[in-house]
């Protein structure tokens, strides 16, 4: 078994060395523009080449996939509309996990759509007190609070329009981080596809004696296993060049 990148990967990465912003938290990866694009099916990518979000499109609705932070918020709305979408049909507000490059703008787009916000129980805290509680950082509010209309958890599924996303807590990254799979058909085929949580380690963050994430090392322990059982044909990781790869 192997896995090659695909094309499309190169809507994301192209320019690779332009407009490097630092998002709080990260490396100054290179987060510059990226069309809007279909990438299998009903899934689309309406991101940067560092911040990602999807829009999951199904006949009574949408799912949206993270909304990068605030100041992009803007972004995802544009892509929507111009892939020919409208913003009132998002039903539904995910998030792989509650850092501010995925749930920064997730106050502004909930106003904007009047979807529903899903959250990872582990992961509820943080989003509702705007960050003061997450683990990397020193009790200073990093975005907006948001409330979520439902608590969900490992392995639940989340239907709409007969699209399922199935929630699988593989945490570390932090404690509530949520790895979703789908699948998308593609002129008559079914594939399997994976929105790969992000598994990096936290800059700073220790492993042993972590008195705010004592079982930080356990969990990534178990997120890595969680991840091995899934099979996937087509997988999107978190990257700096949001690498999007398909199993061949």
Known sequence: MSYERTGQAYECSRNFSA?????????????????????????YYVGLQSQTSFLITTPEGHILLDTMTDPEAPVVRKGVE?????????????????????????AKMKEITAGKVL??????????DGGK???RGN?????????AD???????????GGVTMTAHL???????CTTWTSVAEENGKKYNVVFVCSNRINDGVPFINNAKYP???????QAFKALKTLRATYSWLRTPTCSIWKRS
């Open 139 to 147: 009790g200073k509010v990093i975005w907006t609070p948001v409330r």
């Open 119 to 128: 959250v990872m129980a582990q992961d509820e805290s943080v989003l509702a």
């Open 19 to 43: 407009n490097r912003r630092s998002v709080v938290g990260n490396p100054p990866y290179p987060n510059g523009p990226v069309k809007p694009f279909r990438i299998i099916g009903n899934i």
């Open 82 to 106: 111009e892939l020919g979408f409208k913003l009132k049909d998002i039903k539904i507000l995910l998030q792989a996990h509650a850092h501010v490059d995925h749930v920064g703008g997730l």
């Open 170 to 176: 593989t945490a570390g990254h932090t404690k509530g």
């Open 133 to 135: 509680t997450d683990f």
């Open 150 to 160: 439902k608590v969900i958890h490992d392995g639940e599924k989340v239907t709409l």
């Open 215 to 221: 079982r930080i090392a356990e969990d990534f322990e």
